[in-house]
């Protein structure tokens, strides 16, 4: 499995991202898969921002509720996060995770074994 993460970039406090992971390796169709999108800021570690599996369940750090919606679109093989409201404190790397063959997901770093490469959102005051 290969992730790819796009979408990322400088936004002013208010404002909206939309973060994309492309997957190849396999289908979402077809498989169990969980899917999560994590955020490390400097200094900090690694954080769950938000997961998904197979029924469509979703679950989202208690930081970022009401303010980002995970998504998937099963036929582009794309995991999405539109991020509104942003604050500065959003302000990360953020991964994309898959963990394909599981029904029942966990949103931490430990239970995930495929991870994209990362993408920067950097949100100014």
């Known amino acids: 499995v290969q992730l790819v993460e796009s979408g990322g970039g400088s936004v002013q406090a208010g404002g909206s991202l939309r973060l994309s992971c492309a997957a190849f390796?396999?289908?979402?169709?077809?498989?169990?898969?969980?899917m999560g999108w994590f955020r490390q800021a400097p200094g900090k570690e690694r954080e769950g921002v938000a997961g998904?599996?197979?029924?469509?369940?979703?679950a989202y750090a208690d930081s970022v509720k009401g303010r980002f919606t995970i998504s998937q679109d099963n036929a582009k093989n794309t995991l999405y996060l539109q991020m509104n409201s942003l604050k500065p404190e959003d302000t990360a790397m953020y991964y994309c995770?898959?963990?394909?063959?599981?029904?029942?997901?966990?949103?931490?770093?430990?239970?995930?074994?495929?991870w994209g490469q990362g993408t920067q959102v950097t949100v100014s005051s």
């Open positions: 998904i599996d197979s029924d469509v369940s979703t």
């Open positions: 995770a898959a963990e394909p063959g599981i029904s029942l997901c966990v949103l931490t770093m430990s239970f995930f074994a495929y």
């Open positions: 390796g396999y289908t979402y169709s077809t498989y169990y898969m969980c």
